[in-house]
């Protein structure tokens, strides 16, 4: 079923509203999950748009490629107030293509001058994180200023973006500057789901890259392989830094489940001293817990 159909079915829908029993519940399982873990772990979870789960979510946590989302919405944004569609072409010179960074883009494109759409250089950043696409995009649409003032006047204010890709390859610390809350994080994926922010033609354009995402299929995904469930979610890896600590590795995004329940989620992991798998068996784990919860509960 398309997404978009789907969720207008969910939205007619009078969902039951889990008691706050039920949500301490839920709260003690992730508590369980993260607890004896070397990282910094942020989760939040909303259900069905109304009840919301967090835990450890009073802290600064490195969004790394999950901030690709929030520029997905103002390049939405920006092309609506210049009369532009996902089908403007942009031209790109080889010296945008940088070579020290990870991109799809460039591997497929090595000579540059090339002339691609803003869309496909958005699925580029959606589908596979690709850095120079990102900055690309930046460098077309007003930069970082005018991403964080775009999410800011949606009322998201835990959060800042402050740094391209270029400039956190350069400098591992630059990497902090672009950070959010989870709960901040999961409000936008709410707004995206549940408001009209710009033209249809453009965020359904921004939910299905999310849903056709080919990062992180070791994170939220993983676990609801051989379901029903539909998963859309953006994720962020960093490097490590000077310490040997993973900067971030993080997944954000939004379950609808085959019972007509939806959920968002985020998970953000800090300063991780785990391995990469270990860390990433993190974020599987507290989605398992969290897909199991919501569809066995308000039977």
């Not at 008691?19 to 399982?29: F, I, N």
């Not at 402050?162 to 709410?190: F, G, Q």
């Amino acid at each position: 079923m398309n997404i978009n159909k789907l969720l207008f079915i969910l939205w007619l829908l009078i969902l039951p509203v889990i008691t706050l029993a039920e949500t301490s519940s839920l709260k003690e399982q992730l508590q369980g999950i993260i607890g004896g873990k070397k990282a910094q772990i942020g989760i939040a979870v909303i259900i069905n748009g109304k009840d919301t789960v967090t835990v450890n979510n009073d802290c600064r946590y490195p969004m790394m490629s999950v901030f690709k989302l929030h520029q997905a919405l103002a390049v939405a944004d920006y092309c609506q107030r210049k009369g532009l569609s996902f089908d403007t072409s942009v031209h790109i010179d080889r010296a945008e293509l940088k070579t020290d960074t990870y991109s799809p883009l460039r591997d497929k494109y090595p000579q540059g001058n090339i002339a691609l759409s803003i869309g496909e250089l958005l699925k580029y950043t959606l589908h596979l994180s690709d850095n120079n696409a990102c900055d690309i995009l930046f460098d077309r649409t007003g930069g970082t200023e005018t991403t964080d003032k775009y999410i800011r006047s949606l009322g998201i204010g835990h959060f800042s973006i402050e740094v391209t890709e270029d400039e956190m390859h350069k400098d591992l610390n630059a990497c902090y500057r672009n950070w959010s809350t989870p709960l901040e994080t999961a409000k936008i994926i709410e707004m995206l789901l549940t408001q009209e922010l710009f033209g249809k033609e453009y965020q359904n354009f921004i939910t299905d890259a999310m849903i056709t995402c080919q990062t992180g299929k070791d994170r939220l995904a993983y676990p609801l392989e051989g379901t029903n469930a539909i998963i859309g979610h953006k994720t962020g890896t960093g490097d490590r830094n000077s310490k040997g600590q993973i900067i971030g590795t993080n997944d954000a995004g939004f379950v609808c489940l085959p019972n007509g329940k939806r959920y968002t989620i985020v998970v953000f992991i800090k300063d991780s001293e785990e391995t990469e798998q270990a860390t990433s068996r993190i974020i599987a784990d507290i989605s398992e817990t969290v897909y199991r919860y919501i569809s066995t509960s308000l039977q």
